[in-house]
């Protein structure tokens, strides 16, 4: 499982969390809370999204004058950090042979040349599944169920959703955040 920390200056930072390595889906594990709360120590608030696919990002919404070296080196200490805290879950290594039933908090994704699927995107599968906006709420309660089937959302259920709660994307593009100095 990949948890992609991208943080991007300007503009939304994104935690990225995929299933690998025997793990199947990332909604239903708990790491994302240990990543929101982490964020949320260093003062900082992230939004939950769900990839559309196997994987789940958490969006931090950056000032625009944060320097692309300075975001980059926030995420890998944030990831190293949290590896040495939890190294029976979580490692920051992209090394596939450590990462058997982990999580990989991938720092390197802040970086321009990378690419997240973007909030309500469409995914190319048979039946095709919508990459949406959750809360920490939802995300809590897979992780206590152990099943991330609420997760995952098609196209008419993403439209419901937005009608019931609005856009829970809104406030990643509203935000401006400082990155820590920790």
Known sequence: MALWLVLYAGYAATLGMEAVGGLEYAGHEPHHL??????????????????????????VALDADAPVEEVHGYARRLAERLEKAYPKLIVSKMDKSVRRKKV???????????????????????????????????????????????????????????????????????????????
């Open 104 to 182: 990989l908090i991938d720092w390197s994704q802040n970086n321009r040349a990378k690419t997240t699927v973007a909030p309500y995107s469409l995914r190319a599968r048979r039946c095709p599944t919508v990459s949406c906006p959750v809360t920490w709420e939802e995300v809590s309660n897979a992780a206590e169920s152990e099943d991330g089937s609420d997760l995952v959302f098609e196209s008419d259920a993403v439209l419901d959703r937005i009608e019931r709660h609005g856009d829970l994307f809104a406030p990643v593009l509203e935000l401006k955040q400082k990155v820590p100095k920790v």
């Open 34 to 59: 240990l990543v929101a709360e982490s964020l949320a120590n260093d003062g900082l608030l992230a939004h939950p999204k769900t990839s559309g696919s196997k994987g789940m990002q958490a969006y």
